[in-house]
């Protein structure tokens, strides 16, 4: 959809089309995109479960949901309206990373993986999936897998800081140190604000 203009004439005229036809579905979708650009997430949450109510296929409404869901902190709700936008749409690989996200957040590190994983079997090019997979593995405790990951990460989005950031940490672990701090190096080089406590441990590594 095109952004409108006049976001306030656009939503006034998704409303006169719904009192024409309240139960035109895409009407109701447009409408809650409209109100979520302007911030508001109650009723853009409204609008997008009556678009649900009077469509079949309104997958989308349920990965915009979720987002309100994210926004309001109830991550619960996030991968339940994910799950149901892949159940309508089960090729959608960004609800399948959307609940990996909202697992990893809650600490359900094998649930966030096994979604993750299918995101990246269904669009292997999603960055954001790809981090949050190899924060994933980490907290496994598998730092190859973990490596692997941020690597194919970085082959994508070779400027991605927090990417480099995370491959230093792993390095570090792993005892590679000077993996460790070439990665760090370049995620400072790129503007991410490493910790300072990281740094602090790194420092007894670098060459004189």
């Known amino acids: 959809m095109k952004e409108p203009k006049d976001i306030e004439t656009f939503v006034s005229e998704q409303k006169q089309m719904l009192e024409e036809n309240p139960e035109c579905a895409s009407a109701q979708y447009n409408l809650g995109i409209a109100l979520l650009q302007e911030g508001k997430l109650d009723e853009a ?7 649900i109510v009077d469509g079949s296929r309104m997958f989308e409404a349920f990965v915009n949901l979720g987002y ?7 991550l619960e709700k996030v991968v339940k309206a994910n799950q149901r936008a892949v159940e309508i749409e089960p090729r959608y690989a960004r609800g399948y990373a959307n609940m990996g996200f ?36 980490l907290q496994k405790g598998d730092l190859e ?6 690597k194919k990460m970085l082959k994508i989005a070779p400027h991605f800081s927090l990417g480099h ?28 604000e490493v910790h300072p406590e990281f740094l602090k441990q790194l420092e007894p590594y670098r060459k004189k």
């Open 45 to 51: 949450r409204i609008a997008f479960e009556q678009s």
């Open 68 to 74: 309100i869901y994210f926004k309001k902190g109830d």
């Open 102 to 137: 909202a697992y990893l957040q809650m600490g359900k590190t094998d649930e966030a993986i096994e979604v993750l994983e299918k995101a990246l079997e269904l669009n292997p090019r999603i960055v954001q999936a790809m981090c949050n997979l190899a924060n994933a593995y």
């Open 145 to 150: 897998k973990s490596i692997e990951m941020n």
């Open 165 to 192: 950031n995370n491959l230093a940490y792993v390095y570090y672990l792993k005892g590679d140190y000077q993996k460790a701090i070439e990665h760090c190096d370049k995620a400072l080089t790129l503007g991410f």
